[in-house]
């Protein structure tokens, strides 16, 4: 669908391990913290071929297509939902720019090295490599938090007899 919109699509392998892409990982678990290792390096894959990366987890809620806001921003080397004042890896815009490799290799290599999660690494990453980073807004691109604590689905709503 994105590839015919005229959206560049990759699609990666990462072998025959069906188990670790089909099935939940708590994040305290070991595997959720190898496919944290993925997502880096899919990313940083992405950006090396040249591509701008718009990276979404799956439990993140679209309304409107946010690319066309988000390429309008220039020179900044990250984007991202803001998470209690930290970047938030769940939703970020990379620009394929030297420097913003630099910046996800570096993450990269804190999540390998050091045993960084994916947050920790990449807001450690821009801190310590001085990225430029534009923060959302909250009213536009709320955190989980933000988002369930105004407003709810109407399925969540007392009354409608899926919720207590």
Known sequence: MLHNQNYPVFLASIGNDTVFTSSF??????????????????????????????????????????????????????????????????????????????????AKGLVYEKGYRDQVAVNTAMKELNGSLLFLSGTQFPSGLEFFTKYQYYWDRKGYGLVG
Do not use: H, M
């Not at 944290?36 to 990276?55: A, P, T």
């Not at 390429?71 to 620009?95: H, N, R």
């Open 25 to 106: 990982a708590n994040q305290a678990s070991n595997e959720f913290k190898r496919k944290i290792r993925w997502k880096l390096q899919f990313i940083l894959e992405i950006l090396q071929y040249g591509y701008d990366v718009l990276y979404v987890d799956s439990d993140v809620i679209l309304l409107k297509n946010p690319l066309p806001l988000l390429k309008s921003y220039y020179g900044y080397d990250l984007i991202a939902q803001e998470d209690q004042k930290t970047i938030c890896t769940g939703f970020f815009f990379v620009p394929s720019t030297e420097k913003a490799i630099k910046i996800i290799q570096y």
